[in-house]
């Protein structure tokens, strides 16, 4: 009966340092990815934040911290950001700030900022400037508890967001005001002449253009914002090239603010720049300038028009991805509270067995009976588990049928956009742009070209030979050229044009241009980009025959 009882205390001890052994190893766990958060690693799966969290969420997990459950919320929340889930990272935040113990003096206040901030970007992203408002509040009020008084007024300025997006601009000039004045009683004149941005852009709006001049001036001086020199802006301040474009027009200086407007084409941004040349040539009155800046406003606003539909799509995908992975939560939750309540029974079951061998051993036929129906659950568990095998191949099977129907949709697919391809061919041969085409080839320096591209051909052509040719072929394309208008076109952007429409394969193109393949792919992703908005290489050609032959149609 005693050794019974103490084999008993063995399997108890051995259990409890076992137990003990896995919480120093979770925590381990917990700390790596921890640093790899700190070093700005994008999760790809949330596995290893989920286990952290089941471990530490765990009723039997009685060494784990207040600390150490938010942290471990809070790494599930960042896994689920990078993967595009936004509710359920924000679902973990609020779990996380939930865990946090505020009143404890060990409280980790610095990662309880740090989950607010995260928050303000998720909710930013997903376009809820209230929800935004609040969680910025919240950083900046933690922020000023640890005494990190740099990211408390960064943050006041990062007010400005959702102040925009509600409307309130007296409230956006009242927080950079705040901002303004701290930083210049901390000696900052860098960013406290950066917190003026936003108030001369309210100020051009608002048609008073001598305080606005002020706030650029001082900016210019002061703000480290954009280069003097060369008036390129510093990354994420490309708006500084609008704002000085729209005092320009107010003081009537309207040379200076088309350089600026131009300049934002650099970057990419083609609504603000269109509007702002809009403004100029309706200052001027060039109908033509203006008839033409107005479509290309037109079109630049509709591509942004169908970006946000785009981001409106991703928030409605991530809205489904929380309610599968909210259903998934909750299955893990019944499963860990079947499991919770399991434990507690064993060691329940154990304490009783303790000392029932101690003082009753004639109840030994008690234990007999608990074994036998330790071996029908099991037996129940194994038949449940046959039952979810069989529903898995079955869910298996309907996945083949799925993916086959999917294959037989795909040839279809390819199927109809060969056809088209080979329509296109047929109406590029009876379309007139042939003759352009005619009159292109006929350039003395093309036959050169079709000798490069043989690779025994030792023949190179000069940079003022290709220049030439981009003239000829400029001439023979005029409606080409004035569709593309103001895109940056560089003379690697017209060389792969010209070789492309005159039908070499790849390896052509790169003996004619003294190139890689690769850099041949290179050259049709970047001027792809350029000219048809799409990052892709493969489609480059396409896109050029069907814009030609398009334009060809016009004529």
């Not at 595009?84 to 409280?107: F, N, R, S, V």
């Not at 079947?338 to 067995?353: C, D, G, H, P, T």
């Amino acid at each position: 009966m005693y050794l019974v009882a103490a084999a008993v205390l063995v399997v108890a001890a051995t259990g409890i340092a076992l137990a003990v052994r896995h919480h120093r190893s979770m925590c381990t766990a917990l700390l790596a990815l921890q640093a790899e958060n700190q070093a700005d690693t994008v999760f790809k799966s949330d596995s290893a934040a989920l286990r952290l969290v089941r471990h530490f969420d765990s009723p039997a997990c009685l060494l784990g911290t207040s600390n150490d459950r938010m942290l471990a919320h809070y790494l599930l929340g960042r896994a689920h950001a990078d993967m595009g889930e936004a509710p359920t990272a924000i679902q973990d935040y609020y779990d996380a700030i939930e865990c946090a113990d505020t009143t404890d003096a060990d409280c980790n206040i610095r990662i309880l900022r740090n989950i607010y901030g995260q928050m303000v970007a998720v909710f930013d992203a997903q376009n809820l400037p209230e929800e935004e408002l609040w969680s910025q509040r919240r950083f900046n009020y933690y922020s000023l508890i640890i005494g990190d008084t740099t990211a408390y007024l960064n943050g006041i300025r990062f007010l400005e967001n959702p102040y925009f997006l509600l409307g309130h601009e007296d409230s956006i000039l009242y927080v950079d005001s705040i901002v303004r004045s701290e930083f210049l009683v901390r000696g900052d004149k860098k960013n406290a002449a950066r917190a003026l941005i936003v108030p001369a852009s309210i100020l051009n709006e608002h048609c008073q253009f001598e305080e606005a001049r002020e706030y650029i001036d001082i900016i210019r001086r002061e703000a480290d914002v954009l280069d003097e020199e060369t008036f390129i802006p510093r990354r994420r301040y490309e708006m500084i090239l609008n704002v000085i474009g729209q005092n320009f027009i107010g003081f009537g200086q309207l040379d200076s603010a088309e350089f600026f407007f131009r300049r934002l084409f650099w970057f990419q941004k083609y609504e603000a720049g269109y509007s702002g040349l809009l403004s100029v040539y309706e200052k001027l009155g060039i109908p033509d300038s203006m008839a033409k800046y107005a479509r290309l406003y037109a079109d630049a606003n509709d591509a942004g028009h169908d970006e946000m539909r785009t981001d409106e799509v991703h928030r409605t995908s991530a809205l489904y991805n929380y309610n599968r992975s909210l259903k998934e939560a909750q299955h893990h939750e019944k499963r860990a509270r079947i499991f919770s309540n399991i434990s507690l029974l064993a060691l329940v079951i154990i304490v009783v067995l303790v000392f029932t061998f101690l003082i009753f051993h004639h109840r030994i036929r008690i234990r007999n009976e608990r074994r036998e129906q330790y071996i029908l659950k099991i037996t129940s568990d194994y038949t449940n588990l046959i039952q979810s095998y069989s529903k898995a191949e079955s869910d298996l099977q309907l996945l083949e049928n799925d993916y086959s129907e999917y294959r037989a949709s795909k040839e279809h697919d390819l199927t109809v956009l060969s056809a088209s391809k080979q329509k296109m061919e047929e109406l590029w041969l009876n379309s007139d742009i042939s003759n352009h085409f005619s009159e292109f080839v006929k350039y003395d320096f093309v036959a050169k070209l079709i000798r490069m591209a043989n690779p025994q051909s030792k023949e190179y052509a000069s940079q003022y030979e290709w220049e030439q040719c981009i003239e000829h072929f400029k001439n023979c394309f005029p409606l080409f050229v004035d569709v593309i208008g103001e895109l940056p076109m560089d003379i690697k952007d017209w060389k792969i044009v010209i070789v492309c429409l005159l039908g070499f394969s790849p390896s052509m193109s790169a003996n004619a241009l003294n190139v890689s393949e690769e850099t041949v792919t290179g050259y049709k992703r970047r001027t792809n980009r350029k000219l048809f908005k799409e990052n892709s290489a493969a489609t480059f050609v396409w896109n050029l025959n069907k814009a030609i032959f398009s334009l060809a149609a016009s004529i």
